[in-house]
């Protein structure tokens, strides 16, 4: 050291090349976090195994499930009612920690047959509690019907966008719960918007009695369920757990069979359920309207008419006697009567139509042209044109008299949305 070297000076610049050893760079932190993400899995196949059954434990979910689970379904059900889509946003984060479905996950990776009926019975009860509030709001929309349904037509339909945003919401979800003890409430928040928001709405539509509703919801429920215990099931196998023994692995199989062959039949094209068909048409003329012509005899409408004899033939009364000599005097014994007949007024045929817009899976129905929403109409929907089209802002509008159930629409929608069988001279 230098003789005019300050000791305190010394003493600083030690201190400082310490800690220049001793603190991590940037890259050095992240490596050292990767190391340790890496230690909360252990290598061998009986640690993780162990872990796992800790991990089962973890996602079975506590009274404050069930409870949360009430209260996001009445939140939907009101959110559905009003037709706000802030208070179906509400509802999905007032929606509690989707540890259940974790449950299943990490039972059908590991073929636990015990644990996969704890957590699917416990997700269950907290489903049918979103239900059951869904159908007291349904009940209670029927006192303010016809009401603006849009979001629950929205959310009872299947849509590849939800199916995109439910796999990467299951992936954070499945991964978060592994690899770290602190709750991942922000994947499952998507969980819940994408499950308990098509089930509360299906059972607000069998409660309402609305058509179009239920069951489609309950089926865009299962096919996102089943999508969920795939994608979750699968991430867990390639983290690296395994069934361990022979039985397991049957029951893990099983499992994924079942939920493949959901889909099959709720995804795929021309098996999806999840569409409304058509109403068909009851009438003569509704079969002329949609290009299927039936010869149908109308036998209730039809006029009687009564046989009228062509000509009077004249009968004798008596007989020529020579022996008495009296000549017999033709006589008509029955006087033609003419019977009227019905007259048949001409009337106007109704207009029928098909909903067939190029986007969006169907169109709105308006109170009066631009006006606010009525109801949501599907693409292949029957409705009746009421009045020849009429310019609004430059767009041909036509008023519509749509039927659903018991109750009668008229509304006012855009002409090209529209696609008729027989063209119409004011069309």
Request: aromatic share 10%; proline share 7%.
């Amino acid at each position: 050291m230098p003789k005019n070297t300050d000791p305190l000076e010394v003493t600083q610049h030690a201190q400082h090349q310490d800690l220049g050893k001793t603190r991590p760079t940037r890259a050095q932190r992240r490596r050292a976090l990767r190391r340790e993400r890496r230690k909360a899995l252990p290598k061998s196949l009986e640690a993780r195994s162990e872990y796992l059954q800790v991990l089962i434990q973890r996602a079975y979910p506590s009274y404050e499930f069930f409870l949360f689970s009430a209260l996001s379904g009445a939140i939907l059900g009101l959110g559905y009612l009003l037709d706000a889509q802030a208070f179906l946003v509400f509802g999905a984060l007032m929606a509690p920690l989707m540890s259940p479905l974790v449950g299943q996950m990490l039972a059908t990776v590991s073929g636990s047959a015990k644990y996969f009926l704890k957590a699917f019975t416990a997700f269950f009860i907290g489903s049918a509690l979103v239900f059951v509030t869904g159908a007291l709001a349904g009940f209670a929309a029927r006192l303010w019907l016809p009401l603006t349904l849009t979001q629950t037509y929205v959310h009872t339909r299947l849509w590849w966008a939800d199916l995109v945003i439910l796999a990467i919401g299951t992936i954070l979800l499945s991964v978060s719960f592994v690899r770290s003890e602190k709750k991942p409430f922000l994947p499952s928040v998507i969980l819940a918007y994408e499950l308990f928001l098509p089930l509360n709405a299906s059972a607000f539509g069998l409660a309402s009695g609305i058509e179009g509703i239920f069951p489609q919801g309950l089926f865009v429920f299962v096919a996102h369920f089943a999508w969920t215990l795939l994608l979750g099931s699968l991430t867990l196998f390639f983290l690296g757990f395994r069934p361990l023994k022979l039985i397991n692995w049957i029951f893990s199989l099983l499992v994924l069979a079942t939920i493949l062959a959901t889909l099959a039949g709720l995804i795929l094209p021309g098996t999806s359920p999840t569409s409304t068909a058509a109403p068909q048409p009851t009438s003569t003329r509704d079969a002329e309207m949609v290009g299927t012509k039936t010869n149908v005899p109308d036998t209730e409408n039809a006029p009687t008419r009564t046989p009228v004899p062509a000509t009077a033939s004249p009968q004798k009364t008596a007989a020529t006697t020579a022996t008495l000599g009296v000549s017999a005097t033709p006589s008509i014994s029955e006087t033609p009567s003419l019977t009227p007949t019905t007259t048949l007024t001409a009337e106007p045929t109704p207009l029928y139509a098909l909903v067939a817009s190029s986007s969006g899976g169907g169109a709105f129905m308006r109170r009066e042209p631009g006006g606010p929403v009525i109801l949501t109409l599907e693409n292949d929907e029957l409705v009746e044109a009421l009045t020849a089209p009429l310019e609004h802002d430059d767009i041909s509008w036509v008023q519509i008299k749509v039927v659903r159930g018991t109750e009668v629409f008229e509304g006012w929608i855009i002409q090209s949305v529209l696609k008729t069988a027989t063209p119409s001279p004011d069309w």
